[in-house]
């Protein structure tokens, strides 16, 4: 099993910036690539952005630009760079790793605030 755990979330201004980070643990080398996902108030969660093993990144038209991911294979963890932040970034972003085609293992999430 693989086991993830999030931090580096908070409240920040528009215009701030912020890091998250997830660190990966347990059965690792079944991981084929890692994520973000947020769920903002009131509605579903999605994607943010994604890294294969292969140092492929994809990002949602809302954050490219603006998002950066990246992760350190030495630590076992994924960073989410967020700079130029703003109020509609507000969310619980969550981690989340893939195994075969699923997104299938995933962090307790970490809150980010941005206000106006």
């Known amino acids: 099993q693989v086991q993830l755990v999030e931090s580096g979330g908070g409240l920040v201004q528009a215009g701030g910036s912020l890091r998250l980070s997830c660190a990966a643990s347990?059965?690792?080398?079944?991981?084929?690539?890692m994520a973000w996902f947020r769920q903002p108030p009131g509605k579903q969660r999605e994607f943010v952005a994604s890294v294969t093993n292969s140092g492929h990144t994809n990002y949602a038209d809302s954050v490219k630009g603006r998002f950066t991911i990246a992760r350190d294979n030495a630590k076992n963890t994924v960073y989410l760079q967020m700079n130029s932040l703003k109020p509609e970034d507000t969310a619980v972003y969550y981690c989340a790793a893939r195994m075969g085609s699923v997104w299938n293992t995933w962090g307790q999430g970490t809150q980010v605030t941005v206000s106006s």
């Open positions: 347990g059965s690792i080398f079944s991981i084929n690539a």
